[in-house]
């Protein structure tokens, strides 16, 4: 097997000790990250990316990577001892977590979250490993037109799947997208929406717009709520861990279930969140204690996080194979490459085959250092929990700061962060969609370029995107994800009755 | 957190004023953006679509998409409260010394403004005791110094101090 070879390859670079020092770094800070209100996985890779700007390619994204590994991994630990999703894709977990936790059983909460958290990525790892190879070598021969068409199914899958109202959706992605057209033209070299001001030249950065969107609008709104943390005790330790892995086997079906959700939502840029959610939701439905629910089931814990952390895994295959990447934190490290001057896209895994194998060889054993990690360690990350909100919230605001200052050394980006960030509050609370609009921020360019560069082709004619077999698919899937709430309704509708007879 | 919110029961904005509002203002972003673009050309030229033309249909779709949504605001019932006063109170104490704090910076340097926004937070929302304040208000600062400018390498905005310190 070819992507077999290459994979032993890509562990070979990454057990260098360096690369491994940087992962035990990258899994910890990331918990840490998961852990602290205001800091998410998103926000905390676009605060550390401009610190990496000197490394070499592979261990910066081993690095930011297992970030992001480390805050799926923190996430639970706030859910089920303090009630208090630190991410908004462990939601669903403090649901069956937290009355876990109260009941005095903790310990197997946290073992069962972090087990489920684990085979989830192990799952889409897997995955990543069998499909985006082959997925990247079809793509290989994708035009702009193709491309554009695989934007617009990215996109489309926002509106149609989401949970938020489609037109509140739509607004977001647009203001994502205008954001990325103002400054420099990518095609012509002109200047435009910079409206005179030599700030705007340069447009405005995702990175700013993650940390401010993402950071200080969630200290905001955790301000708001007014933060008293009542968490309960860890109680973890190896008898527990052990106890609570004889009885994990039992729930096979519903992983499986939830893998399969999770890699899906993942793909798709649906998300991590609506994935925890749907699994939870689908696994309260099969299970034969679907009614208990709610009061402390080991299942209700299981089912989300492995969706949960199979969506955010998998979310890196589009990514790496096609350029799109899966959620805002695959975003943001598909913004880091560009920066680490690689070209995100299909001929990675052609022209950049130790970055490819080393992240995804990274991506296994990153997951096995995290449970590591997080099952021995969870007491200290608690604990960083109790220190007062009037020490943490200043600091993490200056750690913001500093993170929007290093993007370019420039003041005029922390304004900016300041001003992404009360919006960010006002759109968060008014129900519009944050992870659109930083994917079109990030993908604006590329998408306009793909689209304009179809229509000279074409010479100007829209019919392009309808010219052949393989763009006609893509583009109808992204039409029937976009009108998805609609179709389904009807299919119910014509179903229904059939079924019920 | 220290400031509990009013009584319970308490007043404030009507959720449905804000939403309104906030359709109205990315509706405004949208319309600048259609206007912006239009000054750049939104036809056809010799290299193809002009640097105008994707931004206006962008534009174009915020302001339909906003008047959907400004619509549908509009029909949120008026008891819907957006937040309490009191809330409103607690999120000004951050936005507000977050705004001095950004617009310090680039004249007193990050870490000066650092300093006193840590020690200004923990003395009046966290009601420390100034040894508490004055510690962690100078050690944040270095352990920042040690670790972006010694560390990493990475320089940050200074100022009169860091002058004076010859930093």
């Known amino acids: 097997m070819d992507s077999f070879g290459d994979l032993m390859h890509g562990f070979a670079v990454v057990l260098s000790w360096h690369n491994f020092l940087y992962m035990l770094i990258g899994i910890t800070l990331g918990v840490i990250i998961g852990v602290l209100p205001g800091l998410g996985g998103a926000n905390g890779v676009a605060i550390l990316l401009p610190l990496t700007f000197s490394m070499p390619p592979t261990s910066a994204i081993i690095l930011l990577s297992c970030i992001y590994w480390g805050a799926l991994f923190g996430g639970a630990i706030t859910s089920i001892l303090f009630n208090i999703p630190g991410e908004p894709w462990s939601v669903a977990t403090t649901f069956d977590g937290h009355p876990m936790a109260q009941n005095g059983k903790a310990g197997e909460a946290l073992t069962a979250a972090f087990t489920s958290s684990f085979v989830g990525a192990l799952f889409a790892v897997i995955v990543i490993t069998l499909a985006a190879p082959l997925v990247a070598r079809f793509a290989l021969q994708f035009g702009p037109a193709e491309m554009f068409s695989v934007f617009f199914l990215a996109f489309c899958s926002f509106v149609g799947m989401g949970k938020e109202p489609p037109a509140k959706t739509v607004a977001s992605m647009m203001v994502g997208f205008a954001l990325a057209a103002v400054g420099t033209d990518t095609v012509t070299g002109q200047l435009r929406l910079t409206f005179g001001s030599t700030q705007l030249l340069g447009g405005f950065d995702f990175l700013v717009a993650v940390i401010g969107l993402f950071g200080i609008g969630e200290i905001l709104l955790t301000m708001e709520e007014g933060l008293s943390f009542k968490g309960k005790a860890t109680g973890i330790n190896p008898t527990v861990v052990w106890q609570t892995w004889k009885t994990l086997p039992r729930y096979w079906v519903t992983s499986l279930r939830a893998c399969v959700i999770g890699c899906w939502m993942g793909i798709t840029p649906a998300g991590a969140t609506p994935a925890s959610f749907m699994s939870y939701g689908i696994a309260k439905r099969a299970s034969r204690n679907g009614d208990k629910f709610g009061t402390g089931e080991i299942e209700g814990v299981i089912a989300p996080e492995t969706a949960a952390h199979a969506a955010g895994t998998s979310a890196l295959l589009p990514m790496l194979a096609l350029g799109v990447p899966g959620s805002p934190t695959a975003a943001v490290l598909l913004g880091g490459l560009m920066i680490w001057g690689l070209q995100p896209g299909p001929l990675l895994f052609v022209e950049q085959k130790d970055f490819v194998w080393g992240l995804i060889a990274s991506m296994y054993l990153g997951n096995v250092v995290g449970l590591a990690v997080v099952l021995t360690m969870v007491p200290m990350f608690a604990a960083i929990l109790r220190v007062p909100f009037g020490i943490i919230a200043p600091i993490i605001l200056v750690i913001c700061a500093i993170g929007a200052y290093t993007v370019h050394n420039n003041s005029f980006d922390v304004i900016m962060m300041l001003v992404f960030g009360i919006g960010g509050y006002f759109l968060k609370k008014c129900n519009y969609p944050l992870a659109p609009l930083v994917l079109a921020i990030v993908l604006g360019d590329k998408a306009e370029e793909a689209f304009r560069q179809s229509l000279l082709l074409s010479q100007g004619s829209v019919a392009v995107l309808w010219s052949s077999k393989l763009v006609t698919i893509i583009m109808s899937l992204g039409l029937l994800a976009l009108f998805w709430p609609a179709v389904s309704a009807g299919l119910n509708r014509v179903l229904k009755p059939l079924f019920a007879r | ?167």
């Open chain 2, 1 to 167: 957190m220290s400031n509990p919110p009013d009584a319970p029961g308490s007043t404030g904005p009507r959720h449905r004023t804000i939403e309104m509002g906030v359709a109205l203002f990315i509706m405004a972003l949208g319309a600048i953006t259609m206007f912006g673009s239009l000054s750049v050309g939104i036809g056809w030229a010799a290299e193809g679509p002009q640097s105008g033309f994707f931004p206006f249909y962008v534009g174009l779709m915020i302001v339909i998409a906003s008047a959907i949504n400004f619509l549908r605001a509009s029909g949120i019932a008026r008891g819907r409260q957006f937040a309490e006063w009191g809330q409103i109170a607690q999120v000004r104490k951050v936005v507000i010394p977050m705004a001095i704090y950004v617009a310090a910076v680039p004249w007193i340097g990050i870490y000066v403004a650092s300093g006193l926004l840590i020690a200004g937070f923990m003395r009046w929302l966290g009601r420390y005791g100034w040894l508490m304040t004055v510690a962690i208000g100078v050690a944040m600062p270095i352990l920042i110094y040690v670790t972006f400018e010694t560390w990493f390498l990475v320089p940050l905005p200074k100022g009169p101090l860091e002058d004076l310190l010859g930093l």
